[in-house]
């Protein structure tokens, strides 16, 4: 058996964005002799990468490039599906894995079984507020709707997904979906980021900085508790234009410059520091395909509030603290000060973090793979 896993997402510049870092990790769980069943479909400019990381691994090209390529949007999809189609046909390869939901290319359908990831359906949920928000929607459902019609087996990264995908197209006749939870890394060592106070006590966000993972809501709630127990707020997450037009005014004109602390482009290492020594973490996001955070936060045994919203409540296996509606200032602000008056104690943070240990592994997402990759060859087979 040998599977062609589609990386064609994967630019030099994008190595470390969560797409990517979703097929690293699966990769990194294999061994050398599972590696060998596997062959790579890669954009040229990530070869030496690929080589480097993943000798052991056979790979192919992609020779459609984005930046190589007509500007005209549909001449680009064309010429990008044909050469797709073509790269995965002459692969020798007995099934291929999509792994990136966001590619219009990728719905072409293939000689070989094709197995396909979706990780939500945020697209296909986005209001009607513009003209071009309906078409961007419109687009988004019937790139799905022809994605899973083409797929031999559909992956959910959660059971919301899942649920998400049977509500959308309930009428369309699909091949099974099984759910397969994303990896979640667990750094080694901890190293205190340069320039981070020393001895504070803080409240902890870990997340993009984009208006649906509602980062106003926390900033406003942290506002009502921050006299009472002297807390900062570390907020952890690369600038965007939402930050810097909607949040960083409500900053100044609430005069919380000095309370509150924004990191980005920071470590792994320095991550788990940040984590470690917060007195508590909250994640108020109001859309979730899966939410690493908030388990990355529980495996390094911190007090955690999290919202209800979408997939929170299956991935996080009811075993944190919540609070709902996602954006209810007053709920949050009850839940913070009960949890920091009354925090969880060690052995239910320790507890909390063996079962999210176990649960995401690299190696329980893989061995979930294998098992979906040899039915489907058998299948094949037949």
């Not at 299956?314 to 209810?328: E, G, Q």
């Not at 176990?358 to 058998?378: G, M, P």
Request: aromatic share 12%; net charge positive; charged share 25%.
């Amino acid at each position: 058996m040998q599977v062609l896993i589609d990386m064609t997402h994967i630019t030099i510049d994008k190595l470390y964005v969560s797409l990517s870092v979703y097929v690293f990790r699966l990769l990194d769980a294999m061994n050398s002799d599972e590696r060998k069943m596997i062959k790579l479909l890669i954009l040229p400019e990530i070869e030496d990468y690929i080589k480097e990381k993943y000798s052991d691994c056979k790979y192919t090209f992609f020779n459609a490039p984005r930046k190589a390529l007509p500007k005209n949007r549909i001449k680009r999809i064309i010429i990008q599906t044909k050469e797709f189609k073509k790269a995965i046909d002459q692969s020798n390869c007995d099934i291929v894995l999509i792994t990136s939901d966001l590619h219009p290319y990728t719905i072409i359908k293939t000689k070989i079984p094709k197995i396909v990831v979706i990780h939500d359906l945020k697209a296909i949920k986005k209001g009607f507020g513009t003209m071009k928000d309906k078409i961007f929607r419109i687009f988004y459902f019937f790139f799905y709707l022809f994605q899973i019609k083409h797929a031999n087996a559909i992956v959910a990264i959660s059971k919301y997904t899942k649920q998400d995908i049977k509500k959308y197209f309930s009428f369309a006749k699909l091949n099974p979906t099984y759910v397969i939870y994303n990896s979640v890394d667990i750094t080694e060592s901890a190293t205190k980021p340069k320039c981070f106070p020393e001895n504070i006590k803080y409240i902890l966000y870990v997340n993009t900085l984009q208006k649906y993972k509602n980062i106003i809501t926390l900033i406003q709630a942290y506002r009502q508790i921050k006299e009472q127990f002297n807390l900062k707020l570390v907020i952890v997450g690369k600038k965007t234009r939402y930050w810097e037009t909607t949040i960083l005014k409500y900053i100044s004109k609430n005069h919380l410059e000095s309370s509150i602390i924004q990191l980005q482009n920071i470590t792994n290492e320095e991550l788990r520091y940040i984590y470690e020594n917060t007195d508590l973490f909250v994640t108020p996001s109001l859309r979730e395909g899966f939410g690493y955070t908030p388990i990355e936060a529980a495996i390094y045994k911190c007090p955690v509030i999290c919202s209800t919203s979408e997939s929170l409540p299956d991935v996080t296996m009811n075993r944190l603290i919540y609070y709902s509606p996602a954006n209810d200032v007053s709920a949050l602000k009850d839940k913070i000060t009960q949890t920091l008056l009354n925090p969880p104690t060690k052995q239910e943070l320790a507890d909390n973090s063996t079962v999210f240990r176990n649960t995401y592994s690299r190696e329980q997402q893989k061995i979930a793979f294998f098992k979906l990759f040899s039915s489907l060859s058998k299948k094949t087979e037949l």
